[in-house]
């Protein structure tokens, strides 16, 4: 008998298959950002949580973004 059958395939489509840009912009107008300084923020964001789990020794993070 052969093991269990695959049921479901889940693929992650932001970015690859969907262009986001005019979303990251909208949300970069709202307080008055350019969408660089948007990403650019939420990269910082990104970058000091995975630092502070890398600290915390969770292995959520290596400490790079």
């Not at 986001?20 to 650019?40: K, S, V």
Request: glycine share 16%; charged share 25%.
């Amino acid at each position: 008998m052969l093991g269990p059958a695959i049921r479901a395939v889940v693929l992650d489509v932001g970015e690859c298959l969907v262009d986001e840009t005019r979303r990251y912009a909208a949300w970069a107008d709202r307080p008055g950002f350019r969408i660089g300084g948007l990403l650019e923020l939420s990269g910082l964001i990104l970058n000091a949580n995975a630092n502070a789990n890398a600290d915390a020794g969770t292995g959520e993070g290596d400490g790079e973004a």
